[in-house]
């Protein structure tokens, strides 16, 4: 079982930038999906952005779009958001998740491995 930590999460003004990080120990990313998932309070955890286990596919909540990159390195067995034009509403507890083979959707069943989640608050 993949073990996934999270960092990169903090307090940001609005229109700021942050960059999270989701690195995997004891076996290697490189066959999985993986995707970043968020949860703000009183409501459900919703998928941010999926990345396909070979990196050719993407796939980002319209809520996000343009602002919002996910990437992976494979040689350092991390995978990263990029977080532009951070907005209030983005304020929430981001998890990264895990799929043997994903193809990049942001479908949580297909996900089997999860982090603890980093903080993520924009706040003036």
């Known amino acids: 079982q993949l073990q996934l930590v999270e960092s990169g999460g903090g307090l940001v003004q609005p229109g700021g930038s942050l960059r999270l990080s989701c690195a995997a120990s004891?076996?290697?990313?490189?066959?999985?999906?993986v995707g970043w998932f968020r949860q703000a309070p009183g409501k459900e955890r919703e998928g941010v952005a999926c990345?396909?286990?070979?990196?050719?596919?993407?796939n980002y909540a319209d809520s996000v779009k343009g602002r919002f990159t996910i990437s992976r390195e494979n040689a350092k067995n991390t995978v990263y958001l990029e977080m532009n034009s951070l907005k209030v509403e983005d304020t929430a507890v981001y998890f990264c998740?895990?799929?043997?083979?994903?193809?990049?959707?942001?479908?949580?069943?297909?996900?089997?491995?999860w982090g603890q989640g980093t903080q993520v608050t924009v706040s003036s």
């Open positions: 998740a895990a799929g043997l083979y994903g193809l990049g959707n942001c479908r949580e069943y297909e996900y089997t491995d």
């Open positions: 990345i396909s286990s070979n990196g050719d596919k993407s």
């Open positions: 004891i076996f290697t990313l490189n066959y999985h999906g």
